[in-house]
């Protein structure tokens, strides 16, 4: 008869006692149905310590040495309190450099949840992501940078619509900047200031939105990615509707909705440059080793020399692009994009009588002189991003 759950007290008392006096102790934990060790258990816990104690011990330790002081348990609950968005793994970090040594990330976990500083997650299924055309992904700093315009709150000044340019592989942010529009003089103006601090990069990666992208345009070509590949800057895009193309800087807004949007402020700016502060020198990233972005971003070697007045095309026919987005070849006009107005694109001819067009090192499409049309190339073709020579 294995122990019951009604009067289980008894039962182990019952069994002690016929223990004592048995001369089969294996026959009787049978008929009990428990093991001799249990059976054993049993019969010195009679014998040491009396009846009264034959009720099931706690086992928990009867000393941990390696708990937390009231002071450990208290820095703890001021990190999360002062950084409630951050994990324990982060805070772990923060507390080492701090103080020499930390507790361990369970540690930090546990005084969370006890002291009510956890946020349940909500769950959501998972999405496929990608990306269209140039996939790259950045091995060093300035090789990408991606930029996008986080979603508008209202403060006490008003709509808050911030430009944020960050660091693909350091995760540096930038810039998070409350421009007064999104115009492009006001994104480029705010790009030159960028340039000539940090340098240029080798690629911007972007969404297809104004004034990144035109969906009127050839190539998605607005006014200001022109801009940047006449300065030799290569243009990534995720696909349209598709914002995990992006992630990581999504995931970076996130962080700012959290931790800025619902808060009092008097300077917007001054706070998000808190935050930016915060952010890059701060808060350490898993996946840079539990470093802060500023420990590991460089500027860029490749430094900023103004805009240049025109684009060499060595060996190629030019052709300035019009206001109205048309060039003149032959006596005829051909329309390309408003989007190069002012800039001279390059033409290449080649054996069947057509001729390759290029604006800098991207390859445009291509024009037929015999009736003055042009078929561009598509964005995400292989053969769209090449060296005109």
Known sequence: MPWQHLDLMSQRTEFALRALQTDNFRALCREYGISPRVGYKW????????????????????STPNALSEEEVCRIVALRVRHKHWGGRKLQEIYLRRHGEAPSESSFKRVFEKAGLVEKRRKRRASQ??????????????????????????????????????????RYLLEVRALENARTETVRACFERLFGRYGLPQAIRSDNGSPFSSSRSIMGLSKLSAWWVALGIDLLRGRPAHPQDNGAHERMHKDISRELEGTHYRDRQAALDVWKREFNEERPHES?????????????????????????????MTRRVKGTGHICFENQLVFLSTALHGWDVGLKPLRDGTLEVYFARLLLGHLDPETASFIPVLPDAPEAMKEAA
């Open 43 to 62: 019969k010195n816990r009679l014998l040491e310590e009396g009846m009264g104690r034959m009720e099931e011990h706690s086992r928990r330790p009867k």
């Open 129 to 170: 992501g990608g990306s269209i055309g140039d996939t790259r992904k950045a091995g060093a700093s300035n090789e990408v940078w991606t930029i996008d315009f986080k979603g508008w709150w209202h403060d006490a000044q008003g709509k808050c619509e911030p430009l944020t340019v960050r660091d693909e592989w350091s």
């Open 288 to 316: 840079l080793g539990m470093k802060m972005p500023s420990e590991v971003y460089e500027p860029s070697k490749r430094k900023w020399e103004g805009t240049p007045d025109q684009l060499d095309y060595e060996g190629l």
